[in-house]
């Protein structure tokens, strides 16, 4: 077995948290004064999410490395795919909605699995200890859950 480097350990920790906010949103009937509120928190944060993603991690890509600038280029269009999915998502809870995740569901696992699989492991790769020091602090000032 592979062992996972520390920035991609410690992002696979924040899909996690992720992944249960969503989960626990699906278990809410509709109708239940929690909804709204459970939607809240797990879009919160899945912002916090794509902010430490795009103001951290996303930076120290290789912009000389043709794959890295590809697979930054596909994180980046997830990003916007998932925050429009959100806004209808919003929409339909406002209008008094149990909305269906399922398609936002699989987008996040799928953009999970390009992170966690591929671009997180060359970071952990190919960055020095001491820039990995510095975005793993950085991802420790941003608290999920």
Not at 13 to 38: A, V
């Amino acid at each position: 077995m592979v062992q996972m480097g520390l920035i991609t350990l410690a992002m696979l920790k924040h899909h996690q948290i992720i992944n249960k906010l969503l989960l626990d949103f699906e278990k809410i009937p509709k109708g239940d004064t929690y909804l709204i509120e459970k939607f809240n928190l797990f879009k919160w944060n899945l912002n916090k999410q794509i902010f430490i993603e795009e103001e951290n991690i996303f930076p120290v890509a290789d912009r000389t490395n043709k794959k890295e600038i590809k697979q930054i280029q596909n994180l980046f269009k997830d990003h916007e795919d998932i925050k429009k999915i959100i806004r209808n998502l919003d929409d339909e809870i406002a209008d008094g909605m149990k909305p269906n995740t399922s398609i936002l569901r699989e987008l996040l696992f799928s953009h999970e699995g390009r992170e966690i699989d591929s671009f997180y492991p060359l970071l952990d790769f190919r960055l020095s200890p001491a820039r990995k020091k510095i975005i793993l602090d950085q991802i420790k000032d941003v608290k999920l859950g």
